[in-house]
């Protein structure tokens, strides 16, 4: 299953970000009063899940189509996350679950021929490493 961080291009591209080839950082929206996190603020794993989202967030900016979690022809998954961060599987198999979530929706899953962004995006963005 392919993932893709929902609505990348309007949340964490800016004008600087779009200019960059290789992602050193990434702009992150710090709205908490937003029923999707005050829902993950309410789980009982909310630790695990905001450090799996913020965890997806980086490794996202740094893919070939920024946003998504897709590289060299196959979609990320939650052991290469693991061994991409450090950091355990279980709380990725976490977040693909419940940031899928509709309440939620930071997450989406994508088919294989929507891995290409809309073409507005795909123009203003550099997008290859």
Not at 20 to 33: Q, R
Not at 49 to 61: D, Y
Not at 83 to 92: D, L, N
């Amino acid at each position: 299953m392919i993932y893709r961080v929902k609505n990348w291009d309007i949340y964490f591209e800016k004008s600087d970000t779009r200019k960059c080839k290789n992602m050193k950082w990434v702009a992150l929206p710090n709205k908490m009063d937003g029923s999707s996190f005050r829902r993950i603020a309410e789980h009982d794993r909310k630790c695990e899940l905001f450090s799996a989202w913020i965890l997806i967030i980086e490794i996202a900016s740094r893919m070939p189509i920024r946003g998504l979690l897709y590289k060299d022809g196959k979609a990320l998954t939650s052991k290469d996350m693991a061994y991409r961060t450090g950091f355990p599987e279980e709380i990725f198999n976490l977040a693909f679950a419940v940031l899928t979530e509709p309440e939620i929706g930071w997450l989406e899953t994508v088919a294989g021929n929507e891995i290409i962004q809309d073409r507005e995006y795909m123009k203003n963005s550099v997008l290859t490493e």
